[in-house]
């Protein structure tokens, strides 16, 4: 089968289709603004459907088996709409009219004058979140410097809030009073006293108050660099959604809320509702002082702090982080005090003045920095300072992780040839004359400023520790297919080169010519750190002792070797799409799971290709597919013999097996312990699960197939296991904030298959319900499938084992069938596909220990007639796989003084 053979072609559009989706669209915010709660995605579909019938073109499939209309309708109402401010939509609250949606309703009564308007709107939104605005002037020598755009797009939508809570008004709206003392002793007391608040505060009370949840909310999300800002709009929305007619979120400030400067870490911006309780009792113990001291703090910095400060039970990250937004140029962004003390007391010097006050000393320490760097910003939390005050275990070097296999390509064979690593750097030309933080940091943000802020603050993190985090004899890991190649970094700096067309940064590599441990075989300490990381530089110094004594297996270097022409890897640009998502280059064709089917069929011992054809036709077109049948049909062993047909690689799939205490938490994302930086404890912390891990892959290269295999998908609780992921199932065009978000809106890319396997006999597992039955094509696996039939039989041809194995699994099933037994609970022929079951012995061996405990649990409450039923050894003896059977319990009851019941021809009881 070709690839194009497995992809459904695509219907004309109808000329009526633009008109149509336009009318459906104000439909759709008609309906929205009638009702009194929040309703869904899927609702508001469905009433704006019934408004405007779908054709059908409109109901039409796009290749990843969305409905046509009803994708495009979604699309215009999360992105245009919502950025105009019209309308909040997030996946906890649903979606509900914004007063300004109420407005231009009533402005625009024409549906294409409305779609017009919105889109105006959008377009303005859309060139303010990618301004690229000018560094805020700063004296390095005595203010605090924080660089970049994106500082200022965070500081500038801060502005209005932090006026908002200086005039007790609003910056929403201009008719309310919300930053006041009422308002946030109703936040706080709402706080306290719910154990586990919804996102969208059900039952705050009163109007006000939610609103300064949300303005509190846009406060704190907006410095954030790590987190998305679709996130953060999100966050802000949330407690808006219940109101009737609320304030839409600003347009200018929603576009800012897309940049920051602050690395939060996801232990912090995953408690959004922490965050919330914190800034509520900042804001009541603020309003419980003096006007003249609340007067002096927003004048003085050192005033502010201890003002914020000294409020009861509030997070001291929260702390500082308001201290930050309201005088930035006095506090650095480092918000963690065990993380300030430990700079303070590693990068102190001899002629700091310092004091007591571990913040003042910072700031002392940072203004001396900026200085030696020809007033540069320093930042704390990048290479190379991030190295020098986090100790490296027991003093030792530190190790790394650079990924080989990007852009479609494996270039480690070429690393280890030539003796070298290095990054794609496609948007640099040169490097600076200064090779420093600051330099650096200013390269990444020109060249790359038309990143998303979280997409540009990894390639910076990147670009920072491959050339000033790495040093001389630092241990260096990537993955080599399915092997794991370690190696020393040599004493010479990184270079910027051009190789086969791509900018690559590069640094000179002593790899271990024989330390080439499997990864399917390391320890899974090692194994899960090294597989599906997002980033392309990524540190393991935390594991660098186990990795280290995998090199002891030679420890010759295998050093550089000068050949005379480095194997090019075909040139592609880095960047993909431009910020408005159309193509500045060819996009890799989609990504297709083929293989030969009839050679596959062939090694399976199938009648013919046509199941596995029907798989493959499945997987491209709807990528997600479950193979359900009896135990013993052999379907993950299928599953893996498919994907190595498929030429998919170890690190391209992965599986998970479901089991009843199976989580989103395990699955999806959820809080892990991990050790603190002073390793003095442990703090729990988000950490993806296997599925996002490959769905964080599989988006880096959309030409190539991944695959996720959930063994076992029927034996969890399906629903508390996908959770909201239902939806991307369906509509993987959309993205969605996950449960525990560490501050990026998710996607299922379309080159993610998933692979379930469900037995059908396990009567402990509720059926799949029919939402998830919709999303998935259930092929079955029961021998009664033409392709099947027959599995065993061939072989045993195939094998040399006697055909009558197969005409014992024959004779076993059809007496289950006779005993009322269902056909789902059938032996699937895997079973007897072992080599020595030709012996008598292994055939006992298999019934004791297999066969016959199944049907005593089959045949609960008539267990004891098991052996009466399915005379075993007598089976053998007529089909010729034993000579003579052996004393049963049936001959047994035989002997004088017992009546024996009539047996049928096949030696079933009747």
């Given at each position: 089968m070709t690839a194009d053979s497995m992809l459904s072609p695509q219907p004309e559009q109808d000329p009526d289709w633009t008109a149509r989706y336009r009318r459906r669209l104000r439909a759709a915010m008609e309906e929205l603004g009638k009702q009194a709660d929040p309703i869904t995605l899927t609702e508001l579909q469905d009433l704006a459907a019934a408004r405007e019938p779908l054709t059908p073109y409109d109901a039409s499939l796009t290749n990843s088996g969305a409905v046509r209309a009803l994708n495009n309708l979604a699309w215009n109402l999360t992105t245009i709409c919502e950025h105009a401010g019209w309308l909040h939509a997030t996946s906890e609250g649903g979606f509900r009219l914004a007063a300004d949606g109420r407005a231009a309703l009533a402005s625009y009564p024409d549906p294409q004058d409305l779609y017009d308007a919105a889109v105006v709107a959008y377009r303005e939104w859309d060139e303010s979140r990618k301004a690229t605005l000018p560094d805020p002037e700063a004296d390095p020598s005595t203010q605090v410097l924080h660089a970049g755009s994106g500082t200022v797009h965070a500081l500038r939508a801060a502005a209005p809030l932090l006026d908002a809570w200086r005039a007790g008004a609003s910056a929403f709206t201009e008719d309310m009073e919300v930053w006041t003392a009422g308002n946030a002793r109703a936040l706080r007391d709402y706080l306290d006293r719910t154990s586990t608040p919804h996102a969208t505060l059900p039952g705050l009370e009163p109007d006000e108050a939610r609103i300064l949840a949300a303005e509190a909310l846009a406060?704190?999300?907006?410095?954030?660099?790590?987190?998305?800002?679709?996130?953060?709009?999100?966050?802000?929305?949330?407690?808006?959604?219940?109101?009737?007619?609320?304030?839409?979120?600003?347009?200018?400030?929603?576009?800012?809320?897309?940049?920051?400067?602050?690395?939060?870490?996801?232990?912090?911006?995953?408690?959004?509702?922490?965050?919330?309780?914190?800034?509520?009792?900042?804001?009541?113990?603020?309003?419980?002082?003096?006007?003249?001291?609340?007067?002096?703090?927003?004048?003085?910095?050192?005033?502010?702090?201890?003002?914020?400060?000294?409020?009861?039970?509030?997070?001291?990250?929260?702390?500082?982080?308001?201290?930050?937004?309201?005088?930035?140029?006095?506090?650095?962004?480092?918000?963690?005090?065990?993380?300030?003390?430990?700079?303070?007391?590693?990068?102190?010097?001899?002629?700091?003045?310092?004091?007591?006050?571990?913040?003042?000393?910072?700031?002392?320490i940072t203004l001396r920095l900026q200085q030696e760097t020809g007033g540069q910003p320093v930042r704390y939390d990048v290479a190379p300072l991030l190295q020098q005050w986090r100790e490296t275990p027991d003093g030792g070097s530190r190790a790394w992780l650079v990924r080989g296999e990007v852009d479609q390509q494996n270039r480690v064979p070429a690393w280890i040839r030539q003796g070298y690593v290095s990054i794609t750097v496609g948007q640099l030309?040169?490097?600076?004359?200064?090779?420093?933080?600051?330099?650096?940091?200013?390269?990444?943000?020109?060249?790359?400023?038309?990143?998303?802020?979280?997409?540009?603050?990894?390639?910076?993190?990147?670009?920072?520790?491959?050339?000033?985090?790495?040093?001389?004899?630092?241990?260096?890991?990537?993955?080599?297919?399915?092997?794991?190649?370690?190696?020393?970094?040599?004493?010479?700096?990184?270079?910027?080169?051009?190789?086969?067309?791509?900018?690559?940064l590069t640094r000179r590599v002593a790899w271990y010519p024989d330390a080439t441990p499997e990864v399917k075989q390391l320890p899974g300490t090692i194994r899960t750190r090294v597989r599906f990381k997002g980033e392309d530089v990524l540190d393991l110094t935390d594991i660098a002792t186990p990795l280290t004594e995998l090199t002891d297996v030679n420890d010759d270097l295998a050093g550089f070797v000068d050949t005379d022409k480095v194997?090019?890897?075909?040139?592609?640009?880095?960047?993909?799409?431009?910020?408005?998502?159309?193509?500045?280059?060819?996009?890799?064709?989609?990504?297709?799971?083929?293989?030969?089917?009839?050679?596959?069929?062939?090694?399976?011992?199938?009648?013919?290709?046509?199941?596995?054809?029907?798989?493959?036709?499945?997987?491209?077109?709807?990528?997600?597919?479950?193979?359900?049948?009896?135990?013993?049909?052999?379907?993950?062993?299928?599953?893996?013999?498919?994907?190595?047909?498929?030429?998919?690689?170890?690190?391209?799939?992965?599986?998970?097996?479901?089991?009843?205490?199976?989580?989103?938490?395990?699955?999806?994302?959820?809080?892990?312990?991990?050790?603190?930086?002073?390793?003095?404890?442990?703090?729990?912390?988000?950490r993806p699960g296997p599925l996002k891990r490959i769905a964080e892959e599989a988006a880096k290269a959309p030409g190539k197939p991944f695959v996720l295999v959930i063994d076992e998908i029927n034996r969890a609780n399906i629903a508390k296991v996908f959770g909201e992921l239902y939806y991307l199932l369906e509509y993987r065009e959309s993205e969605i904030e996950l449960l525990y978000s560490d501050g990026e809106r998710f996607q299922m890319p379309e080159n993610l298959f998933i692979i379930g396997t469900m037995n059908t006999a396990d009567r402990s597992i509720a059926l799949l319900d029919a939402a998830m039955r919709r999303r998935f094509v259930f092929l079955s696996m029961d021998s009664e499938e033409p392709a099947l039939a027959g599995m065993l039989r061939r072989w045993c041809g195939s094998n040399s084992m006697p055909a009558a194995l197969a005409d014992l699994r024959d004779r076993l099933n059809a007496t289950m069938l006779r005993r009322g037994l269902d056909p789902s609970l059938a032996f699937g022929p895997s079973y007897f596909m072992r080599s020595g079951l030709d012996s008598p012995v292994a055939l006992d061996r298999l019934w004791r220990r297999e066969l016959r405990p199944m049907l005593i649990e089959h045949h609960y409450g008539k267990h004891t007639q098991v052996d009466e039923w399915y005379p075993f050894s007598r089976w053998l003896h007529g089909l010729g796989l034993s000579a003579a059977p052996p004393e049963s319990p049936d001959e047994q009851s035989e002997a004088p003084g017992h009546e024996s019941p009539s047996t049928t021809a096949d030696g079933d009881q009747s």
């Open positions: 406060l704190l999300t907006a410095p954030f660099s790590d987190m998305v800002g679709s996130t953060k709009r999100s966050r802000v929305r949330n407690p808006l959604v219940p109101m009737v007619d609320p304030p839409g979120l600003p347009l200018l400030m929603s576009a800012d809320l897309e940049q920051g400067f602050v690395h939060g870490g996801p232990a912090l911006i995953a408690t959004p509702l922490m965050m919330l309780a914190s800034v509520a009792r900042i804001l009541v113990h603020w309003f419980a002082q003096p006007e003249p001291a609340r007067a002096a703090a927003w004048n003085d910095p050192w005033a502010f702090r201890d003002l914020v400060l000294a409020a009861p039970d509030a997070d001291p990250r929260i702390v500082s982080l308001v201290c930050l937004v309201a005088h930035p140029t006095a506090f650095t962004s480092v918000l963690a005090p065990a993380e300030r003390a430990r700079i303070v007391a590693t990068l102190a010097t001899g002629s700091d003045a310092l004091t007591d006050d571990v913040e003042r000393d910072l700031r002392t030309t040169q490097l600076p004359a200064q090779v420093d933080q600051g330099a650096l940091s200013s390269l990444v943000d020109q060249h790359y400023g038309h990143l998303p802020v979280v997409k540009r603050e990894t390639k910076k993190r990147d670009v920072l520790s491959f050339v000033l985090g790495m040093q001389p004899g630092d241990l260096v890991t990537t993955v080599d297919g399915g092997v794991l190649r370690l190696g020393r970094v040599e004493d010479s700096p990184a270079e910027l080169q051009s190789i086969g067309g791509l900018s690559l194997d090019e890897p075909d040139a592609q640009p880095e960047d993909r799409t431009n910020v408005d998502g159309s193509d500045t280059a060819a996009l890799p064709g989609a990504a297709v799971l083929a293989c030969d089917v009839d050679a596959l069929a062939h090694q399976l011992h199938h009648a013919d290709s046509s199941w596995l054809e029907e798989l493959l036709v499945s997987l491209n077109e709807r990528k997600q597919v479950v193979l359900e049948g009896p135990p013993g049909t052999g379907k993950t062993f299928l599953v893996k013999r498919l994907l190595e047909a498929c030429d998919i690689t170890e690190a391209q799939w992965a599986l998970v097996q479901f089991h009843p205490t199976y989580s989103y938490e395990d699955f999806v994302e959820g809080f892990r312990p991990v050790q603190t930086p002073d390793s003095g404890g442990a703090a729990l912390t988000v």
